[in-house]
């Protein structure tokens, strides 16, 4: 491992963030840290300096700047590492006992701004060290030589007195009091070794104590080196595989479970799809089910993705692999009741449990799922999933892979600062649910996709021009996919790919359309055939994978159509749109009927006269100046509340119905008021 370090990166990071020197570089070398994932990942570390700060009447106050919560390492800026009065923190030495929640309220009680995030748990460890830099990292080579049966004297022999041993301790009073105590038995050391955890450096310097980091790294990077590559014999697997866009929705589906059955609720997960040569090496080898079941690497991983990931069959072919899946399911699930139930109360009171469902999921013959309430959890549980890959093989290839035992764990998952969080953020109403929206590049699909981010959904749009569904998509932190809905290939591929990227699909909003134009007795037979292509069947070829995927999956579903006040009542020469979406409102029907005993519903939006560029160019112009109107005022005056309709409001109207879980083979009316077309 190189140094980063940058004499006109460091000058840059002072001249951005003086005057105070210290806390620049401060910045500087915990932003080389923090983008390096072998050295941190996900929160894995913090970095402090002691510096001086002025307090309001005007003295000189010694302080302890360190990482705050929230902040990602790589990207932080000075208010990401709150100053933190020294002397209160320091006094706290003296204490032989000291609880969390007092810990970390002496912490915020000494910081310097009172709206400050609160400085990280390993704060004391800090601050208890003499050196003006300390860095912490959960470097993956150290870990992969301390999670070793012999760890300490592995790391003994690489490190000596460079970086003394501390024994494992869960991060908060009684480890800072330890490490500060192997500190001081060891002047001269440059760091320290957390066994079963990570890795601390210090210095005068910035640069001194980062450089200390990447030297003690590079130690135990060569003792991997000479122990070369691992790898695992591998078992047999399938000539024929199953592909992702298969397998997840049926996973996604085991691992979701209903909330209220009489609401057609459940609690879902949203997953992220790696893979690799690495990733292939472990999950295929014949022994996969002892080294991938030890724990994390680190304890802080067990938040993110549970002690062990769960295990499944290569998925050779659907039935056989949902029975393998659903038994291995079940098994976790078994196995996570039964650990909690084997250390709750052991120490303190009882805690809440948390859902029993795996975090990560190794698919022998296809790589590995991350799983999470939102992608965004789903990727950083798949990043450490890749990072535990890259440990264990390197600690296998040394010895035998062993982390800190259950028990530890236990007290980090079950924590009370964590278990304190459990249930305090309110989730948006369409959270842990994915939608797939066509012709959302633009017009009310592109709304609609504002609408459902806005509600919490994972969102994938669809639309023929795919720059447009990328632009859409990319403000709305979703997917955007090319896919013109009148090809049947597309269509497969678009829907195979969301659920390979999401793990499945529950709503989907069938939207893209565009409105033909012809006297009925008079029109082209192929005009009209081209309308029914977009208007009536690829609603019918949409609303056909988005089953088959819901289907799969056994959570239920929402479909939502996008159908007109023409399908309702039809307008002068608009026979070529109106005939196609009349029978698109009537699929919207049947699929009703259809699939309302697997909890799968199915609405429509009937909206009218929105300026979207839908209507062939000029119309609505031609049409509002016949009547003497500017366009605005036709579209409003021509409804009973004179409002003009929006893309927005039609946008709600399908959020509201993916909401309405009582409601299904409805079609509600976005029109501001318009008799002739009202349903019954
Ligand atoms: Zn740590």
């Known amino acids: ?123 004391l460890l800090h601050a208890f060290l003499p050196h003006t830099f300390v860095d912490h990292t959960h470097s993956t080579a150290v870990l992969a030589l301390t999670d070793q049966p012999d760890g300490d004297k592995i790391c003994a022999e690489v490190f000596g007195a460079r970086a003394p041993l ?20 060891n002047p001269e050391a440059e760091g320290l070794i957390l066994l079963k955890h990570g890795i601390f450096s210090f210095g005068a310097t910035a640069r001194e104590a980062y450089e200390r980091m990447i030297a003690l790294v590079s130690l135990a990077e060569d003792r991997i080196a000479r122990a070369g590559r691992k790898v695992f014999a ?24 209903p909330i209220d059955a009489n609401e057609g609720t459940y609690r879902r997960l949203v997953f992220e799809f790696r893979t690799g040569l690495a990733i292939r090496n472990y999950v295929d080898g014949a022994d996969v089910g002892r080294y991938s079941q030890q724990g994390v690497v680190t304890p802080d991983h ?46 303190g009171p009882k805690k809440t449990p948390l859902d029993p469902y795996p975090r990560v999921i190794l698919v022998p013959g296809l790589g590995l799922f991350g799983l999470g309430a939102s992608k965004k959890d789903a990727r950083v ?18 010895g035998r892979y062993t982390p800190v035992g259950e028990d530890h764990l236990f007290d980090v998952e079950y924590w009370s600062l964590e278990q304190a969080k459990l249930g305090k953020a ?10 797939v929206i066509t012709g959302g590049g633009s017009g009310i699909g592109a709304a609609t996709a504002r609408a459902f981010a806005a509600a919490g959904a994972e969102v994938a749009v669809l639309d023929r021009d795919g720059a447009n569904a990328v632009a859409v998509a990319k403000a709305v932190g979703g997917l955007g996919l090319a896919c013109d809905v009148t090809e049947a290939r597309a269509v497969e591929t678009a829907f195979d790919r969301v659920c390979a990227d999401f793990g499945g699909i529950d709503i989907v909003v069938s939207n893209a359309g565009a409105a033909w134009q012809g006297r009925i007795g008079e029109v082209d037979e192929t005009v009209l055939r081209q309308s029914f292509e977009l208007n009536f069947w690829a609603h019918q070829r949409v609303a056909q994978h988005a089953v088959r995927v819901m289907l799969a999956q056994g959570t239920g579903g929402c479909l939502l159509f996008n159908v007109s006040k023409q399908a309702v009542n039809p307008g002068a020469d608009f026979g070529p749109y109106g ?7 009537f699929l919207a029907r049947q699929y009703a009927v259809d699939y309302g005993a697997q909890g799968i519903r199915s609405n429509a939006v ?24 500017t366009v605005e005022q036709y579209l409003r005056d021509g409804n009973l509340l004179k409002r003009e309709v929006r893309a927005e409001d039609v946008a709600q109207a399908f959020v509201d119905l993916a909401l309405a879980r009582k409601s299904t083979g409805a079609v509600m009316t976005v029109d501001g008021g318009n008799i002739a077309a009202a349903l019954r």
């Open 606 to 629: 009937n909206a009218d006269r929105i300026n979207t560029g839908i209507f062939a160019d000029g119309l609505l112009e031609r049409r509002a100046q016949a009547r003497g109107l």
């Open 166 to 185: 501390v024994p494992y301790i869960m991060p908060g009073f009684a480890l800072a009091l330890e490490a500060a105590a192997v500190s001081e038995r």
């Open 579 to 585: 005939l196609p979406k009349a029978a698109t409102m």
């Open 234 to 257: 591998a078992a047999p697997i399938p000539k024929t595989m199953l592909p992702v866009g298969v397998v997840a929705p049926i996973l996604r589906g085991l691992v979701s479970h």
């Open 1 to 123: 491992m190189k140094s980063q370090w940058n004499d006109a990166d460091a000058k840059a990071a002072i001249a951005a963030y003086g005057p105070n020197e210290d806390l620049a570089l401060r910045v500087y070398t915990t932003r080389l840290l923090g983008r390096d994932p072998k050295l941190v990942l996900h929160g894995g570390g913090n970095t402090s300096v002691k510096t001086t700060a002025r307090e309001l009447t005007g003295e000189s106050v010694e302080v302890l700047c360190v990482k705050g919560s929230g902040w990602d390492m790589g990207n932080i800026e000075p208010p990401g590492l709150p100053a933190v009065r020294l002397a209160p923190l320091r006094r706290l030495r003296g204490l032989t006992r000291l609880s969390d929640e007092d810990m970390v309220n002496a912490q915020r009680g000494a910081l310097l701004d009172a709206n400050a995030p609160n400085p990280s748990v390993e704060t």
């Open 302 to 347: 067990t938040i993110r993705t549970k002690n062990v990931p769960l295990i499944v069959p290569a998925p050779a072919d659907a039935a056989s692999f949902r029975a393998g899946a659903k038994e291995a399911v079940e098994g976790y699930v078994e196995r996570y009741r039964a650990y909690v139930a084997r250390h709750d109360g052991r120490r």
């Open 381 to 398: 549980a798949a990043d450490i999933a890749e990072n535990t890959v890259a440990v264990v093989t390197d600690a296998e290839a040394m």
């Open 426 to 435: 309110a989730e948006r109403p369409l959270a842990r649910q994915v939608v």
